[in-house]
């Protein structure tokens, strides 16, 4: 007796083309419950389960790449914003006789200032800045907004001196001691 493939082939109903195909599909199925798959379906399910597991994976790693690029650009804008401070507020012209030492980058250095700025920088009406291996000299106020922004820039920030009001019976009120005194 002949198959039931071989019934319909000679009836008419179906091809040789679809029944070997239905043979393929018979054979791939007895193949996959013999290796512990049980269903095409359950395949199926693995490779979405994979394909989730990849995209979850990938969105973070996305995400985290944004955030490193985000702060990137946050650190450049401010470091932007900090030197177009620098460079808008510092005081020039103030070279002069006095020499006033400083400590940038574990060095100590000289800057060579006028008796009234470097008076002003002891008092701490000014202070001094640094960025970029150079040196600038701003308000005390422009320093505080600085500080708000990075305090590494400050170098030199004294604290505010009010004026000393004179004793008029001190018999060593016509003695000013020097700024630069050291002990």
Not at 47 to 62: I, N, P, R, S, T
Not at 78 to 93: F, S, T
Not at 123 to 141: F, H, K, M, P, Q
Not at 143 to 171: C, G, M, R
Request: aromatic share 4%; net charge neutral.
């Amino acid at each position: 007796m002949a198959s039931l493939q071989d019934q319909l082939l000679k009836a008419g109903l179906t091809t040789k083309q679809k029944t070997r195909q239905a043979n393929s599909d018979k054979r791939k199925k007895n193949k996959q419950k013999r290796s512990g798959v049980e269903h095409g379906a359950t395949m199926q399910e693995q490779v979405q389960q994979d394909l989730a597991k990849a995209k979850v994976e990938k969105l973070a790693k996305d995400t985290a790449l944004n955030d490193e690029k985000k702060q990137q650009l946050i650190a450049k804008e401010q470091l932007l914003r900090i030197k177009q401070i620098l460079e808008h507020h510092h005081i020039k012209n103030v070279f002069g006789e006095a020499e006033y030492n400083y400590t940038f980058d574990n060095k100590i250095k000289k800057l060579a200032l006028d008796t009234n700025t470097h008076k002003a920088l002891v008092n701490g009406r000014l202070a001094l800045c640094g960025l970029d291996d150079v040196t600038y000299i701003v308000t005390s106020e422009t320093a505080a907004k600085l500080a708000e922004l990075d305090s590494k820039i400050i170098l030199v920030q004294n604290e505010k001196v009010n004026d000393e009001v004179v004793d008029e019976s001190d018999p060593y009120a016509d003695y000013q001691i020097p700024d630069d005194l050291m002990w």
